[in-house]
């Protein structure tokens, strides 16, 4: 955490403010900025189970108009849908970089996602390459056949 004149920000990027008794005051005393200013604008405290969502998803920006209470399977739903989005988005540029002969890890690297989450995503896919097995300099694939 970054401490100064009682406003830090922690490591998921949401701005805190020290307000030490504060009934939505976390263990170490600190309290969301978002939190504490839907609280105030509703004046009462917030329950665990109410959810305050940043709307263009930049954790500082706290502005009211920015600012919306939902539950927390509103908002499961509105970030499992983002996230769902930009998996098929993934799968696309996937698809056609494995097809045009990249290994896994080069997608990796520049997709800046996990080798991991490549294989796997190729493997739901079902795509296969024949007869690549050598990789040029870059990483990409090459056929035997371009070798011999």
């Known amino acids: 955490m970054n401490y100064k004149n ?7 990027g949401y701005i805190l403010v020290y307000f030490k008794g504060h009934p939505m005051a976390r263990g170490n005393g600190y309290v969301p900025l978002h939190r504490l200013i839907v609280s105030l604008l509703l004046g009462r405290n917030l329950t665990r189970e109410e959810i305050v969502h940043h709307k263009n998803g930049n954790k500082t920006d706290n502005r009211i108009e920015n600012l919306e209470l939902i539950t927390k399977s ?3 739903l509105i970030h499992n849908s983002a996230r769902e989005y930009k998996h098929k988005a993934n799968a696309k540029i996937i698809r056609k970089l494995y097809l ?3 290994s896994g890890r080069s997608i990796a690297s520049m997709l800046n996602i996990g080798k991991t989450t490549v294989l796997n995503c190729i493997k739901k896919l079902g795509i296969s390459r024949n007869n690549m097995s050598l990789r040029d300099k870059q990483g990409k694939f090459i056929s035997r056949k371009e070798v011999c």
């Not at 009682?6 to 998921?12: L, P, T, V």
């Open 6 to 12: 009682g406003i830090s920000k922690n490591k998921e």
């Open 74 to 76: 509103q908002h499961a």
């Open 100 to 102: 045009q002969g990249y």
